[in-house]
């Protein structure tokens, strides 16, 4: 995809963050936006900022691991807007807890929304990317698609499934020559409010002798390394020269070497480096 003018973007996890910031980015590029999110409040927020910038934007408060949900909202976007180009499955959260002992109920609902609602969206939007004959599916995994690290079972499960999904799918656009693609997105330490808003499991200090609130806040200062508006800038460059992967920010590409580097022997100083955040 050239360019993203009188093009229409849908993007998940619009209402903060790294959706905010692309939708903002896209509507100064003249692409109109079906914008989605939990969080009615702050969606309405970036609609209103998106609005000034002279394009059309639509909202609607989505559950992205409701399957019915998602497919209702990809034909309402083409009701509203009479196509869609593009699909940002943007929408994530983070669960901090060891893996023996978190609550099952606790992985279903990170596993629902980072790794279902990127599958459901990529589903219910493809027939619209095609016949769009110019489409795009961007789909969010992490830094933590690509290397583990303890406490983080249950985000690693779910990135690494939004790669292995996404990567698969782009194959089979390759095969089809559909006029469709598709980018994998691994960000590193974005300035979002994703690691304020994570759940903590209790095991998180029962294990560690550590206080959890007080490692939440250590985590969140870690991922303080690239702008939400630099992360955009990035991403939309990737989809623009068709990048089968984009790493987002320094840590992602120093890491991501690393890993490359000497395999699973990543593992002994990722283990020290969370015992020593998680005990303080």
Known sequence: MKDFKNKVAAITGAASGMGRTLALELARRGCHLALSDVNEAGLAETAQMAGKLGVKVTTAKLNVADR???????????????????????????????????????F????????????????????????????????????????????????????FAVRGFTEALRQELDIENCGVSATCVH?????????????????????????????????????????????????LRAVERNHRRVLVGPDAKIMDFMVRLVGSWYQPISAFVARKMLAG
């Open 68 to 106: 019915e949900a998602m497919n209702a909202w990809a034909d309402q976007v083409v009701r509203d807007h009479g196509k869609v180009n593009l699909i940002f499955n943007n929408a994530g959260v983070a669960l901090g807890a060891f893996i023996e002992t978190v609550k099952p109920e606790d």
């Open 108 to 159: 279903q609902w990170i596993m629902g929304i980072n790794f279902w609602g990127v599958v459901w969206g990529t589903q219910a939007f493809l027939p619209h990317l095609k016949k769009s004959g110019d489409g795009h599916v961007v789909n969010t995994s992490s830094l933590f698609g690509l290397l583990a690290s303890p406490t983080q079972g249950t985000y690693n499960s779910s990135k």
């Open 187 to 235: 960000p590193g330490g974005i300035r979002t409010n994703i690691a304020r808003a994570a759940k903590m499991d209790h095991s998180m200090s029962a294990k560690t002798g550590g206080d959890a609130e007080a490692a939440r806040s250590r985590f969140d200062k870690m991922l303080n390394v690239t702008t939400a508006e630099g992360a955009a800038l990035q991403i």
